[in-house]
C-alpha cells in the first residue's frame, strides 16, 4: 500500500467498548471508523455546506480486509481517497492504520461504492458536476 496516495486522514479515538471480550477493537467497529472517515473526507473535498437532504449519499457496497488487530490504547487514523467517478456513484478507497511511533501500519483496507441519491424521489441521480469538479481537484483525478 502506498500511503502517499491518500491526501486525508481522519484520527479515531479508540473507546474502552470497542473493544470485544478478547481485547481486540470488535470488527462491526470497522464500519462507524469508515464512516467517520467518508464523513470528515466528504466535509473536507466537498465543504460541509452541502445539502445532503436535497443530494444525499447513500453507501450501497462496503469490503473490508482484516490484516492485524487493533487493540485498546492504539493510535488510529482512516486514511480516505475517491478512487473512481462514475456517472450516479464513486468509491472510496480507505486504509485504517494504527500509527507506531512515524510508522503507519495497516490494520484494515476498505473499499466502498457511495451513490448520489434523490431521497424524495426514491431514486438515484447523477453526480453533481460541483462535487466531480471538487472531487477532481482534490485527488487530481
Known sequence: ?????FKFAQGIELRFVDVDALGHVNNANYLTYLEQGRIGYLNEVLGKEVKYEEKGI???HVAIDFKIPAVFGDRIEVLTRCSR???KSFDLT????????SAKIEVAAAHTVLVCFDYEAQQSIPLPQAWIERFAAFEGL
Open 94 to 101: 480507505c486504509s485504517i492504520v494504527k500509527l507506531v511511533g
Open 85 to 87: 467517478l462514475g456517472n
Open 1 to 5: 500500500m502506498q500511503k502517499a496516495e
Open 58 to 60: 447513500i453507501l450501497a
